[in-house]
């Protein structure tokens, strides 16, 4: 199995709304399922296929330059009023206080980034963690997010520093569950104001700023937990005709789920 050299490896990240590359959506899946099952996990609450045609759901991938192979990825699924995002699915049922944060932050904008993943030839690289969730936290100044949430595993979860984002103590065991196995334990995370990146690391806020000044780019970028280099053509152009399509007061959904 090859692996990505970071001095001649070119790879790309590559934004789209879920609905406009159903090709590259099942690439993902397949990617997505493939590395759970290595940890025997199977009953993951966004694990399935339905989320690729919703017009709130948008997707970004990590992969080769001609489009070939993907590396790894991420989901970023917008508080549309009508799906529940996957911490509501996850952790509803345990702790039906998420359902009123949720509503009081799709308000202004709210999302949850999920389905973070990586092949195992690419660990150590950020390809699966820190790139995804920098360029979602990027992205939300064109889908007219204001708020992320998302559930971190226990390396995962050290990223919410970087990024701007805080526990959830107001659900779960001081924001935190067992799931999705009961010997594995995950984390509420969310962050507010990813507009204007107050609580952002300064490091990470100059990139999210560059990014968002240049979403069509390449950058030779250090992985965070090797000294090696690795070269990314960024594609972060989303045909959004309203930012705002998704502020809504959720009432929708909180008639849905008495159902």
């Known amino acids: 199995m090859s692996s990505i050299s970071p001095i001649d490896e070119e ?8 609905t406009d590359d159903p090709e590259s959506c099942l690439k993902f899946i ?7 099952s290595i940890y025997g996990i199977e009953n993951i609450t966004s694990n399935t296929n339905d989320w690729m045609y919703r017009r709130s759901m948008f997707v970004i991938v990590v992969e080769k330059l001609d489009g070939s192979k993907l590396y790894g990825g991420a989901r970023i699924q917008i508080a549309d009023g009508i799906h529940p995002l996957p911490i509501e699915d996850a952790t509803g049922k345990m702790d039906p206080r998420i359902y009123d944060i949720v509503r009081e932050h799709a308000q202004q904008g709210a999302a949850e980034l999920s389905g973070l993943w990586n092949s ?38 050290r990223f919410k520093d970087w990024i701007g984002g805080q526990i959830l103590t107001d659900v779960g065991n001081n924001g935190t569950f067992y799931y999705p196995k009961i010997d594995l334990l ?74």
């Open 11 to 18: 790879i790309r990240i590559r934004v789209f709304r879920a």
């Open 30 to 36: 397949e990617g997505h399922r493939r590395v759970l």
């Open 186 to 259: 995950a984390t509420a995370v969310f962050s507010e104001n990813i507009l204007d990146l107050t609580t952002t690391h300064p490091r990470e806020k100059e990139k999210i700023l560059f990014l968002r000044e240049n979403p069509e780019h390449m950058a030779k970028e250090k992985s965070p937990f090797k000294e090696s280099y690795i070269n990314i053509h960024y594609q972060l152009t989303l045909n959004i005709e309203d930012p705002t399509e998704f502020h809504i007061n959720y009432e929708p959904f909180a008639l849905a789920a008495k159902k």
């Open 120 to 157: 195992k030839e690419v660990a150590g690289f950020g390809i699966g963690s820190l790139f995804p969730s920098r360029v979602a936290v990027a992205l939300a100044t064109q889908i007219g997010i204001n708020t992320f949430f998302t559930l971190c595993s226990p390396t995962t979860v």
